[in-house]
């Protein structure tokens, strides 16, 4: 467990770099995951042309989440 702990703080310190919140990666992946079956399901094909505004749509909407939660906490 010593020699995995300087690892796992490595690998903490890149995550809270890049994504910060758990939340955020969450909703960016099912984002993702949604635009990704937009462009390989063929029935879902008529969305193709708003794929741009439902990124930033849930993009807005995770952000939002996480600012509510920070500013609603009781954790201050």
């Given at each position: 467990?010593?020699?995995?702990r300087?690892?796992?703080?490595?690998?903490?310190?890149?995550?809270?770099?890049?994504?910060?919140?758990?939340?955020?990666?969450?909703?960016?992946?099912?984002?993702?995951?949604?635009?990704?079956?937009?462009?390989?399901?063929?029935?879902?094909?008529?969305?193709?042309?708003?794929?741009g505004?439902?990124?930033?749509?849930?993009?807005?909407?995770?952000?939002?989440?996480?600012l509510?939660?920070?500013?609603?906490?009781?954790?201050?």
């Amino acid at each position: 467990m010593v020699v995995l702990r300087p690892i796992l703080n490595a690998i903490k310190a890149v995550y809270n770099f890049i994504v910060g919140d758990m939340i955020i990666l969450v909703g960016i992946l099912i984002a993702f995951i949604l635009l990704a079956l937009i462009y390989t399901v063929s029935a879902l094909a008529a969305l193709r042309p708003f794929s741009g505004f439902i990124l930033i749509i849930a993009a807005l909407v995770v952000l939002i989440a996480t600012l509510s939660r920070e500013a609603y906490s009781r954790h201050r």
